[in-house]
Each structure stands twice: as structure tokens, then as C-alpha cells.
């Protein structure tokens, strides 16, 4: 069964910083990867979907990439503003079992 | 596009009575996912469907959950009886190619069964 991992569980950065959040999963048979993000309450809101023919996708001031043979994906979050304060979690779809998997998430939190 | 509707937005009931939570998809999109979302186990998928029929029920938790997609726009998860450990919110998402396509999902449906 696919695992997804995200590390660090929560992340606390002074506005203006760039930071990388990290996302790992265990099967490499993937179609796609997908980060969302979450405000308190709220449903998820998509930010960035990458097929798994891809390396990056970029979205304003997000960047994700993709190693799918090291079962790798970051997220790269550049100039963080207060407003960027959410939970983000990645999701794989994968080949095997023919369904998204997601990881348990980051909570960051911009500092004014 | 409205996005993902789902109703109602929230829903406190007794234990032992019947739920129903109810979806409507994206217009066009040909797959429907529920999940379930609780701080103890995050986001869990429950069922999906494409086209209409369901592929795979297999994080559906007991016989007590049942969903149902008659037709491309609306999708119902019916739980019966209600249990306070199904206290939970549960969201409906949409896409346009199961496997493929990019995810949206609705406001959630936060559920407390007292």
C-alpha cells in the first residue's frame, strides 16, 4: 500500500522567508501528485497538480517538483506572507490500488 | 462554475439515527471521491466513482456507510445508524479523468453524532 510522508509536521518562519515543505511516498507507480492547501474550517484548495511525465509546475510564487524514482516532492514556498499560514498536504494517485493517497500535512505559520 | 456543493454544511444528530450527506460535482467532471477527514486519522478516502459507478469501496468502514451516485450531478453518503466515532467532516471531491485529473473538493460536511 502507498504511504505518503510529510516532514516537518508544522513549520514556523519569519515573513519574507522562502521554505521548502517535503513530501515522500513509497511507491513510485504514481500517475500524478497534487499539494493543496487547508485554512482552519475550510475544505481543501488545490494549488499545484504535477503528472508523473512531469518535474515541475509553478503557480506565482509556489513551485512544486517531482522524483518520482526517489519518491520525492517538494514544495517551494518563495517571500512567505502571513496570509500563506495553512495546513498544505501533498496527494499521490497511485497505479497501485488505483486511488489518491494523502499525506498527514504541514501546518505553517508566517510570523509578521 | 459553483465548484463542489455539498449540504448541509453541518449536521448534529443523536446516535442511532439516519444520515445523509448529499454532493453535487463539478459540471463535466466524470469522477466523485467522499472522504473523511479526523484530527486522529487525517484524511481517509472512503469511496470513489467513475462515471457513475463506484470502482472502489474499499476504505468504506463498515456496512452501516453506503453511497450512492445516480446520476453524473449528485451523489449521496448515507450512514445508518449514526455512531458518535463517525463524529468527523466529510468532503466530497471531483475530477475530470479518475487517475489523471487535478481534485476539487466542496466545503466539507462536518458530522456530530452525540
Known amino acids: 500500500k502507498q504511504e505518503v510522508t510529510q516532514i516537518p509536521a508544522a513549520l514556523s518562519v519569519p515573513e519574507g522567508e522562502n521554505l521548502v515543505l517535503n513530501c515522500s511516498f513509497t511507491?513510485?507507480?504514481?500517475?500524478?501528485l497534487q499539494w493543496f492547501r487547508q485554512d482552519p474550517g475550510k475544505g481543501l484548495t488545490s494549488l499545484l497538480l504535477?503528472?508523473?511525465?512531469?518535474r515541475e509546475q509553478t503557480s506565482g510564487r509556489l513551485n512544486a517538483s517531482l522524483d518520482k524514482s526517489s519518491g520525492r516532492s517538494t514544495l517551494y514556498i518563495a517571500a512567505s506572507q502571513p496570509g500563506d499560514s495553512a495546513t498544505y498536504l501533498c496527494a499521490v494517485f497511485s497505479n497501485t490500488g488505483n486511488q489518491f493517497y494523502f499525506g498527514t500535512g504541514t501546518s505553517l505559520t508566517v510570523i509578521p | 462554475d459553483a465548484g463542489v456543493i455539498q449540504s448541509p454544511r453541518h449536521e448534529v444528530t443523536e446516535m442511532g439515527q439516519e444520515v445523509t450527506l448529499r454532493c453535487k460535482p463539478i459540471?463535466?467532471?466524470?469522477?466523485l471521491f467522499w472522504y473523511r477527514q479526523t484530527m486522529m486519522r487525517g484524511l481517509e478516502l472512503l469511496i470513489y466513482?467513475?462515471?457513475?459507478?463506484?470502482?472502489?469501496d474499499s476504505g468504506m468502514p463498515e456496512d452501516r456507510f453506503s453511497a450512492k451516485m445516480p446520476n453524473a450531478s449528485f451523489s449521496t453518503l448515507k450512514i445508518q445508524p449514526s455512531e458518535p466515532r463517525d463524529s468527523a467532516v466529510y468532503f466530497c471531491?471531483?475530477?475530470?479523468?479518475?487517475?489523471?485529473?487535478?481534485?476539487?473538493f466542496g466545503p466539507g460536511t462536518r458530522l456530530t453524532v452525540t
Open positions: 504535477i503528472q508523473s511525465s512531469q
Open positions: 459540471s463535466g467532471h466524470n469522477s
Open positions: 466513482f467513475n462515471n457513475n459507478v463506484p470502482i472502489d
Open positions: 511507491d513510485s507507480a504514481i500517475y500524478n
Open positions: 471531491a471531483s475530477s475530470w479523468v479518475a487517475g489523471g485529473g487535478e481534485q476539487y
